[in-house]
Structure formats: C-alpha cells, structure tokens
C-alpha cells in the first residue's frame, strides 16, 4: 500500500472510530426517556474502616456486662482548616458529625437527636396549635411533658489540620541511544504524604463539664507510576504509556480518625480496659440479640428482631436488580 493511499485512508479511519464512540449517545431520547445508558452498577457496600469491628465490639461488650449505656448527642464537628481548591470547594468533609453518630451507632450507644431537630421543631408546633391528629376523630396529637429525654453526654470539636504535603519523593528516568531510529524509554515514579488532624471533646450535659479529649491525625499516602516508549518502525511512529495514580481517600482517612477517636471514648464509658474484652467475648459467646454491625444499628420498632433484615444489611448482593435473585426472579414476573 502506497503512503498517498494510507493517508487517504487515515481520516476514514478517524472518522469511523469517533462515530462508534458517538454511537453510546444519541441526539434523540430514547423509549425510557435518556439520550445514554449510565455505565457502572456496581452494588452497595458498606463503608467500614480499620475501627468499625472496634465498635461493633465494644457494642457487644455493653450488653454481655449489662452496662447501662449512656445517652449520646452529637454536636456539630466543623471544619476548621480552611482549606479549598480552587474549582472543586472544600477539601474535607463537611459531614463529619455524621460519621461520628455513624460511630457511635455501630457502638451500640443510645443516641438522641440534636444535630437537625428542624422537623421536630416543625411538629411540636404543629401540635401546639392543635393541627396535627394521630388517626382519631375530632382528636389532636397531646403535647406530654417531659416526653423527649435527655441526653447524658454530648460530642463536639472539629477537623483542625490537613497538611497538604509533608514529604514527597520521586523519580523519572530515560533511556534510550542517540541514534533517532531507536526506541527511547521512559520510566517514572512518584510518592507523597499528607495528613488529616481531629481534635474532639466529650463534654457532660448538665454540668457542662468536659470529661473525654481527645487528638488525632492519620498520614495518608499517594502514588504516581508512568512508562512509556517511543520508537520508529517501518515507517511508523508508536508511543505506548501507561501509569497509574491512586492516593487514600481523604475523606475516609477522617472517618478512620472520628472512628478510632468514638472507640477510644465509649471504651472509657463502658470501662473496657483493652482489646481484651473483644477476645473474652468471642470465646464466650454471648445470647444477647445484637443490632449493631459495621454499617451502624437500628431501633427494633415492631418486636420483629428474628424476622427482619437486619442480617443482611452488609450484602453487597441484596436487593440489587443484576445480584439477587429474589429480585429477578420478581422482575421477570412483571415482564
């Protein structure tokens, strides 16, 4: 094949390949209403970290030793760094209450709400006014004294540090000879480490004194890998690379350090000395029914404990359309 017929051949090529890529998109809607299929589907997971059977152990702990466990209420744990990218906003969670009642869930605690309390607030004065009804006839929801309890201990602090590179190494190299018509390649390698910082207090409700402190910070690591090589042959020019980049997610390293810094105080709550309490409990064994698990608890509201889905919450295969076969098998049925 002659140069003048490859290059009159090369923009059909170019041409075709953007059609095939274009044809994942149409310029009409399809039946179901979408220009595209989304890719992925990958099933839910939970979302543990390094401490969360930590927590689910001290959980187990309380109720075995019948430890009567306290009230907790999570305040706000706000960001304190200060830190943004220029396009992408803040660079660390805005929820880490959330991760810390998340926490204090898989611990089994007993947890009262005061971190959002919008729409209690909304029903309360519903029913002050005498507007809301629970089902009976010319019947109004009763205010009760003393209906709400209180809680025992409250959480709050704050993320105070993310240091953004506090040591880095790397290394490229490049080899190849002099002659232009010889491969050439490229080899680099990349490493850099930041950190995360939390600094949270327990603090006792009705005298306001604070009774747990606690500081942490967790390194995280990131990594660069690149290789390549350039070469003529037969007339053709090739240049392959390949690499990869992959760091530790931020955002999990502070659900790491809320995770081990709940552990560490609901350890001091329930009096457990050391990880040793873990191990006596698994030789043991324990009748005790357990809710609490690595993807947080849930209040038993209908006595439905042996029946319910509580067992399965932590599947990555339950409910999912392409996974479970209870599921096909029902939409196959609506087919």
Not at 6 to 30: D, N, Q, Y
Not at 212 to 220: A, L, P, T
């Amino acid at each position: 094949m002659t140069n003048s017929l490859r290059k009159a051949k090369l923009p059909g090529i170019m041409f075709a390949g953007a059609m095939s890529l274009a044809a994942c998109v149409s310029p009409t809607a399809s039946i179901g209403g979408n220009y595209t299929k989304p890719i992925g589907g990958s099933p839910v997971t939970v979302n543990p970290t390094p401490y969360s059977a930590g927590l689910v152990c001290m959980g187990d702990y309380a109720r075995a030793a019948g430890i009567a466990q306290p009230k907790i209420a999570v305040g706000r744990i706000l960001d304190y760094t200060g830190k943004e990218d220029f396009e992408g906003g803040r660079r660390v969670t805005q929820g880490a209450s959330l991760m810390a009642i998340s926490a204090f869930a898989k611990a089994g605690a007993r947890l009262v709400e005061r971190f959002d309390t919008s729409v209690s607030e909304l029903e309360l004065k519903y029913a002050n006014n005498k507007l809301i009804g629970d089902g009976v006839d010319d019947d109004y929801r009763k205010i009760h004294a003393g209906s709400i309890p209180g809680s025992d201990f409250y959480l709050v602090g704050g993320i105070t540090e993310l240091n953004s590179n506090i040591r880095s190494v790397g290394m490229d190299a490049y080899i190849g000879d002099m002659d232009v018509d010889d491969p050439k390649g490229s080899h680099g390698a990349k490493m850099f480490v930041i950190n995360v910082g939390l600094d949270l207090r327990l603090v006792e409700t009705q005298t306001l004194e604070v009774v747990d402190v606690i500081s942490y910070q967790k390194q995280i690591i990131g990594r660069e890998l690149s290789a390549g090589i350039f070469d003529f042959a037969n007339g053709n020019i090739f240049d392959i690379g390949v690499g990869e980049r992959a760091i530790e997610p931020i955002q999990l390293a502070v659900r790491s350090v809320v995770e081990r810094a709940v552990l560490e105080m609901t350890a001091n709550l329930y009096g457990a000395s050391s990880p040793d309490v873990c191990a006596a409990i698994a030789v043991e064994g324990s009748d005790i029914a357990s809710t609490n698990g690595v993807s947080g608890d849930y209040y038993e509201a209908y006595d439905n404990l042996p029946t319910n889905n509580g067992d399965t919450r932590e599947s990555a295969n339950r409910w999912h359309d392409k996974r479970d076969n209870a599921i096909e098998a029902a939409l196959r049925g609506r087919q």
